[in-house]
């Protein structure tokens, strides 16, 4: 098993930046990949990004590429998002995900990734 623990999150202006952590635990060399998610009221869960483990081979949405970078400190088996340019759109509970080895791996899609942390709220005003 695999534990995540998200923090980080808040309220911040429009443009601003935030850093969102992902903290594993458990069985962490077990993990292939971390993802990060998330979901606004009323909508479904948007892919954001994944880091593999290994090679570090990362993916973003076309929606935050070049304004969102997800990077990793294995000594603390922590895997962090940081948010520049903010927009309201970004507002949405932010989740990270864990996909254990094995398997096809598509990064993009929540039923990809087998464990959940319980998400941090990200708001962006205007």
């Known amino acids: 098993q695999v534990q995540l623990v998200e923090s980080g999150g808040g309220l911040v202006q429009a443009g601003g930046s935030l850093r969102l952590s992902c903290a594993a635990s458990?069985?962490?060399?077990?993990?292939?990949?971390v993802g990060w998610f998330r979901q606004a009221p009323g909508e479904g869960r948007e892919f954001v990004g994944c880091?593999?483990?290994?090679?570090?081979?990362?993916y973003y949405a076309d929606t935050v590429k070049g304004r969102f970078a997800i990077s990793r400190d294995n000594a603390k088996n922590t895997v962090y998002l940081q948010m520049n340019s903010l927009k309201p759109a970004d507002t949405a509970v932010y989740y990270c995900?864990?996909?254990?080895?094995?398997?096809?791996?598509?990064?993009?899609?929540?039923?990809?990734?087998?464990?959940w942390g319980q998400g941090t709220q990200v708001t962006v005003s205007s």
């Open positions: 880091k593999t483990s290994g090679s570090g081979s990362t």
């Open positions: 995900a864990a996909k254990s080895y094995g398997g096809t791996f598509n990064p993009a899609s929540p039923t990809a990734y087998d464990f």
């Open positions: 458990g069985r962490t060399s077990s993990i292939y990949a």
